[in-house]
């Protein structure tokens, strides 16, 4: 079945560093989806990618869809307290509803 | 508005008792309905999610069940508790695209 991976597992940063996470796919996406949990909370929703090579912004985030639609990125610029939290990325099984997560990279930062 | 509800927040129940989560959500009809197990500082594994009343795909056929007996209603529930049953329980919601919208979920210890 499809599989989602997700590097790195842990990061831990500087405030005011950059921080990166990286999705990959074992098969070709229609969508790719980033959400994120806080400690102690539930996911949620940030964002969805549908076309191939796509970047999106969200104030620092920035979210890529690769141009062959198996790999994903979100890039956050200057990293504040705020933004610590488990990241994940999903996509949906071929003519599923479901969604396959990856394992998460979880953020913290040092203030 | 949507909004989704899961109760109870915390339970702690003895290995071998049963077990009823309940969610429902509100302001939308015929929503794709979805329960996931987070055990702590992992990732998000789907067990069940259901399309429609009394529809329901089982993705981890363990000790555990679920039914939808109303629209809007997504009931999870075990006869006998194991240990490893122990988690985080989400359950979540979509209806016309992939975007999944959780609930505040259930952090369920077995003891």
């Known amino acids: 079945g499809q599989q989602v991976m997700q590097i790195p597992q842990y990061q831990h940063v500087q405030e005011g560093e950059d921080f990166t996470t990286y999705c990959n796919s074992s098969?070709?996406?229609?969508?790719i989806q980033w959400y994120k949990q806080r400690p102690g909370g539930h996911p949620v929703f940030l964002i969805q990618?549908?076309?191939?090579?796509e970047v999106k912004k969200q104030k620092r985030l920035t979210f890529q869809f690769g141009e062959a639609k198996k790999n994903s990125s979100l890039h956050i610029t200057a990293t504040q307290t705020t933004d610590v939290g488990t990241y994940f990325c999903?996509?949906?099984?071929?003519?599923?509803?479901?969604?396959?997560f990856g394992q998460g990279t979880r953020l913290t930062i040092n203030p | 508005s949507q909004t989704i509800h899961q109760w109870p927040a915390t339970l702690v129940q003895p290995v071998g008792s049963p077990l009823s989560l309940e969610c429902t959500v509100e302001?939308?009809?015929?929503?794709?309905l979805y329960w996931y197990r987070q055990a702590a500082g992992r990732g998000l594994q789907l067990l069940f999610y259901?399309?429609?009343?009394?529809?329901i795909s089982s993705e981890v056929p363990q000790n555990l069940s679920a039914s939808r007996p109303q629209d809007r209603q997504f009931i999870l529930s075990s006869k006998k508790l194991l240990l490893s049953d122990s988690g985080f329980y989400l359950c979540?919601?979509?209806?016309?695209?992939?975007?999944?919208?959780f609930g505040p979920g259930t952090r369920l210890t077995v003891t």
């Open positions: 979540a919601w979509n209806q016309y695209s992939y975007e999944q919208y």
């Open positions: 098969t070709t996406l229609s969508n």
């Open positions: 990618l549908v076309k191939s090579g």
């Open positions: 999903a996509g949906p099984p071929q003519g599923a509803q479901k969604l396959v």
């Open positions: 302001g939308t009809s015929n929503p794709n």
């Open positions: 259901s399309v429609g009343i009394g529809q």
